[in-house]
Each structure stands twice: as structure tokens, then as C-alpha cells.
């Protein structure tokens, strides 16, 4: 890897980032964070009440990268097949014998919006859970490949909690990033009123296809982590998991369980990212506990006394970080 090569990382990026921003105002960190996701050959998940551009944003990055774009609106009567396709009996033109034909699914995009997870039923988010994890499906005994790059994001209202099937942990750990939406402030209010409600559209133009963001995902993988970075994200997961050896006061009362190994890959992968971003060529602590809890916030769960005290996950992982820091700084000192 080569200076030019992460310079050219660096400025693809902020290209992407510049274009989308001609369209969603604010949320600076959760574009960021979408886009590390997909340049991680991860998932992601956004939770934030309606409204707030969340299908705006992904539309938009699929015309930005020159990418199929489907939307799929999971509802309580949103079968798998729905998903994933089915066969169909189809006549052969030529002989006229009848024959089962693989109908594809909205599946089979580039970019997924999965919008409203949480209101699918079970079996439902199971089966697209599956294909977010092996990047495949299996309809009738045989596989179908998806087509690469492949890139869900996954929403969820976290106020309107009647008729939804929470997703349960265990699926919950296949998104790379849970990013929280927040609403927006007086200033990006006023100019997303300016923008949708005037006679001028904003007019984006194709950045980069999949074949450049395969290459940049192939550079992201070359970033090399020195074994003091990679101990510091071992430590940090081990630490969300009550009475280990590097659990905080805060973990051993207030979390039930906490992240898998999936939670270290997410922090190195997304690290890479963030260290290319800054024009360097290895991965720093610092990397590391910036990412931290969008990666980990979904993967510690809180008890019944973490629930009750209305303690955010958040303050439990920026508690292990902070304090994991100081421990680091103090060996290297």
C-alpha cells in the first residue's frame, strides 16, 4: 500500500460523502457511518423515528454509486418468499412442456433497504437475516448467489412498539453498525424545509460504480493492525462481559450478556476504515474507540437493574473504553 492509494481512498470517500450531502441535510456521523459499513462488507442498522431521510439516504447513495437499489416494506403478512423469490411454472416456448423458472426476489440488488424491519414477523427476518449473512438464498433445495457488492440497511422505529416483532440478539449481531438517527435541529430543519418544499431538485451525479468499491473494500482489508491495537478490541469486547478480567464496575452490575466475537471484527474492520480516513496507514487506538459504540451498542445487553436505572448501552461501552484508554496510555507511557 502506497501513499497515492490512500489518498485516493480518502478522496473517493469524501466525494460520496459531498454528493449525498447535496440531499440529506445534516447527519454527517450517520452517512459516515453507513459508509464505513458498506466499505467494511458489513450490514447496518438505523434506528430513529419517521421522517428523518433514513430511505431518502440509502436511495440516494445507490444513484451515487451507480448501484441497483431495491426496497423492501416489512409488514406482519410478509412472507420469506417475498424476499427471497420462489419458483414459478412457466411454458417453454420451444416445446411447450411446463417447468419450474427461479422468479428472484428484491432481494437480489446491489443495496437492500429492509425498511421497518421489526414489523416482520420472525421467520421473516430470518430469512433475511440468512441472506445478510451467507450471501446467498436456498429456494427448494438450491442456492442462489446474490449479487456482490451486497449492502443491507436495515431500519426500525424504536417509539411505535405495538404489532412489531423485536429483533432478537443473536440477529441483531449480524449488523456491523447500529446508528442511532436523531432529529434534526432548528438550522438542518429549516433547510430541509428550503429544499423539498422550493421548485429547485438537487441534481447528484454517479460517483463510483461497484467495481471501484470492490477495489477501495480490497484496500480497507490491506490496512495492517499491530497486535497492540488488535489486544486493545480483544480487551474491550472481553470487557462487556460480566466478572472477565477487564469487565468495568459498570458492566459487572448493570450488563446481562455481552458481545460476541463478531463485535472484534466490526471494531478492526470499521478501525481500517477510520485510519484510511485520516491519511494513515496503520490503525490506531483512537480508531478503535471511535467506533466503538456504534459497534458495540447492540451487542451489550443490559439486566433487569441496567433496564430499571435507564442505563444506555452507550455509557456502558464509553465507560470500558475510557477506561481501557488510560490503562493503555499508562503502558505505553
Do not use: W
Request: charged share 20%; with cysteine.
Amino acid at each position: 500500500m502506497d501513499e497515492t492509494t490512500v489518498t485516493q481512498f480518502k478522496n473517493d470517500f469524501a466525494r460520496v460523502r459531498a454528493e449525498v450531502g447535496k440531499v440529506i441535510v445534516g447527519h454527517a456521523d450517520i452517512v459516515d457511518g453507513v459508509l464505513i459499513c458498506l466499505l467494511s462488507e458489513g450490514h447496518a442498522l438505523l434506528e430513529g423515528v419517521p421522517g428523518l431521510g433514513k430511505t431518502l439516504l440509502v436511495r440516494t447513495l445507490a444513484q451515487v454509486l451507480e448501484l441497483n437499489f431495491n426496497r423492501i416494506q416489512f409488514t406482519p403478512d410478509l412472507m420469506p418468499a417475498d424476499i427471497t423469490g420462489t419458483n414459478i411454472l412457466m411454458e417453454d416456448e420451444q416445446t411447450g412442456r411446463k417447468i419450474f423458472q427461479f422468479q428472484p426476489g428484491p432481494v437480489f440488488a446491489n443495496i437492500v433497504l429492509a425498511d421497518e424491519i421489526n414489523r416482520a414477523t420472525p421467520k421473516t427476518q430470518s430469512a433475511m437475516l440468512e441472506a445478510m449473512q451467507e450471501h446467498h438464498v436456498t429456494v427448494a433445495g438450491k442456492q442462489y448467489r446474490l449479487v456482490e457488492p451486497f449492502f443491507v440497511l436495515a431500519t426500525q422505529n424504536p417509539i411505535e412498539m405495538e404489532g412489531t416483532y423485536p429483533l432478537p440478539e443473536a440477529q441483531l449481531d449480524r449488523f456491523l453498525f447500529k446508528l442511532i438517527v436523531p432529529s434534526p435541529t432548528m438550522a438542518e430543519l429549516a433547510a430541509i424545509v428550503d429544499r423539498t418544499t422550493g421548485t429547485e431538485t438537487p441534481q447528484i451525479s454517479k460517483v463510483l460504480n461497484g467495481e471501484q468499491l470492490m477495489a477501495m473494500r480490497a484496500v480497507a482489508r490491506e490496512v495492517p493492525v499491530s497486535s497492540l491495537v488488535r489486544d486493545f478490541a480483544v480487551r474491550i469486547i472481553l470487557a462487556t462481559h460480566p466478572r472477565s478480567e477487564t469487565a468495568t464496575d459498570m458492566v459487572n452490575q448493570f450488563v446481562r450478556f455481552g458481545s460476541s466475537p463478531r463485535g472484534a471484527q466490526a471494531l478492526i474492520k470499521a478501525a481500517k476504515i477510520r485510519a484510511l480516513l485520516d491519511g494513515r496507514y496503520n490503525v490506531a487506538l483512537e480508531d478503535v474507540s471511535a467506533v466503538a459504540p456504534a459497534a458495540l451498542r447492540h451487542r451489550v445487553l443490559l439486566n433487569f437493574e441496567g433496564e430499571a436505572e435507564g442505563i444506555a448501552s452507550d455509557a456502558v461501552v464509553r465507560d470500558i473504553v475510557a477506561k481501557l484508554s488510560a490503562r493503555a496510555a499508562a503502558v505505553t507511557v
